[in-house]
């Protein structure tokens, strides 16, 4: 059977049941759930992880932004469940917070 995107996402965000996200191990995490399809599982998710936006420094704080981020991803990628939403918003927030 094949995996499904959004368990495929949560592995490789390492998403909690609340829609965390976890930075480290990603490749790690990746390798051990899938040893012998890896590579072929990130081209699955590419499309996803590619998704990006500047911030707006001048429209509210980066919380704010990660939720109207989160409202977009919902929006044009309805196939996602709401774990996984929430953790690519998650890692956006966290990429433009450092």
Same mark, same amino acid.
């Given at each position: 059977?094949?995996?499904?995107?959004?368990?495929?996402?949560?592995? #490789?965000?390492? $998403?909690?049941?609340?829609?965390? #996200?976890?930075?480290? #191990?990603?490749?790690?995490?990746?390798?051990? $759930?899938?040893?012998?399809?890896?590579? !072929?599982?990130?081209?699955?998710? $590419?499309? #996803?992880?590619?998704?990006?936006?500047?911030?707006?420094?001048?429209?509210?704080?980066?919380?704010?932004?990660? $939720?109207?981020?989160?409202?977009?991803?919902? !929006?044009?990628?309805?196939?996602?469940?709401?774990?996984?939403?929430?953790?690519?918003?998650?890692? /956006?927030?966290?990429? /433009?917070?450092?």
């Amino acid at each position: 059977m094949k995996p499904e995107v959004n368990q495929i996402l949560k592995v #490789y965000l390492g $998403a909690d049941e609340s829609g965390g #996200y976890e930075p480290l #191990y990603r490749d790690e995490r990746m390798r051990k $759930a899938f040893p012998d399809s890896h590579r !072929q599982m990130m081209a699955l998710i $590419a499309r #996803y992880l590619g998704e990006d936006r500047e911030p707006d420094r001048t429209a509210g704080d980066l919380l704010q932004q990660a $939720a109207r981020f989160e409202a977009t991803l919902r !929006q044009r990628f309805p196939e996602l469940d709401a774990i996984v939403v929430r953790a690519l918003a998650n890692r /956006w927030h966290f990429e /433009w917070s450092r």
